[in-house]
């Protein structure tokens, strides 16, 4: 793990906590380290605050992302607007903790992101069961429902003909709609599929996913497809 804070002392009581919970962290105080490290040593998952000197966090991720590496990124963030957090999306992060954070939420999401890239053993062929039967299954690498095509093997996504540029965590959100399309899902039940951790009644993190991947999916004049059932959770139909 790469861990990226230029604040000395939440860098050394993060590193020491994570390397308590097993991880082998090596930890830098700003992004032109934090690229180097990266470069010269490939890590499994990156913990980059969004505010250092020099180049930043949200610059590390661009500048990682399109060299093509997809390697899971977690932000650190002082900044609590939603415009702040989409930022970090835009930029290819993959999921954000606001300070003051507890660490535990730290673990979790790691976790999250880690169980997400862990290679998946390939299912048998054949129908879906559950509610998955309401998303046709054109093989068994492949999903559709409401006008929506998604190659879960290539992790490419598409509205029509029109291809869908999504984060891993935009992915594996629209994925799970697809699979329930038509079934209203609550916040619970998508907060531990997606991250294996029901962060409260209080946290936005699913509101600001949704909302970033309705502006992916949405197209004037056409239906739209993510539906939120207020108090209870969201539901991806066309009507």
């Known amino acids: 793990m790469l861990l990226a804070e230029d604040d000395r002392a939440i860098r050394h009581a993060l590193e020491r906590a994570l390397t308590l919970e097993g991880y082998e962290v090596t930890a830098v105080a700003d992004g032109v380290e934090a690229l180097a490290q990266a470069h010269t040593n490939p890590p ?8 250092m000197p020099g180049i930043d966090g949200l610059q590390v991720c661009r500048v990682l992302r399109a060299e093509g590496d997809r390697t899971p990124i977690l932000m ?15 930029a290819g992060a993959d999921d954000y903790v606001v300070k003051p954070f507890d660490v535990e939420e730290v673990f979790a999401r790691l976790r999250a992101l880690l169980r997400r890239t862990s290679p998946a053993p390939v299912a048998p062929a054949g129908p879906p069961e559950g509610p998955a039967r ?3 299954q054109t093989g068994s690498r ?4 409401a006008g929506l095509r998604m190659d879960l093997q290539a ?8 291809e869908l540029e999504l984060t ?34 209080g ?17 004037p004049g056409a239906p739209q497809l993510i539906h939120t059932v207020r108090g209870v959770g969201y539901v991806l139909r066309e009507d």
Do not use: C
Not at 182 to 200: E, N, Q
């Open 134 to 136: 309401e998303a046709a």
């Open 155 to 162: 992790r490419r996504a598409w509205r029509g003909r029109r």
């Open 142 to 145: 492949q999903l559709e429902a």
């Open 44 to 51: 499994d998952v990156l913990v980059l605050d969004v505010m």
């Open 76 to 90: 650190l963030t002082a900044l609590v607007e939603t415009a702040d957090r989409i930022a970090g999306l835009d």
């Open 203 to 219: 946290s936005k993190n699913l509101a600001v996913y949704v909302g970033y991947l309705r502006r992916k999916l949405d197209e």
């Open 168 to 201: 891993r965590t935009e992915f594996e959100l629209l994925e799970l709609l697809v699979r329930n399309a038509g079934i209203v899902l609550d916040h619970s039940t998508i907060y531990d599929r997606i991250w294996g951790y029901d962060f409260g009644p």
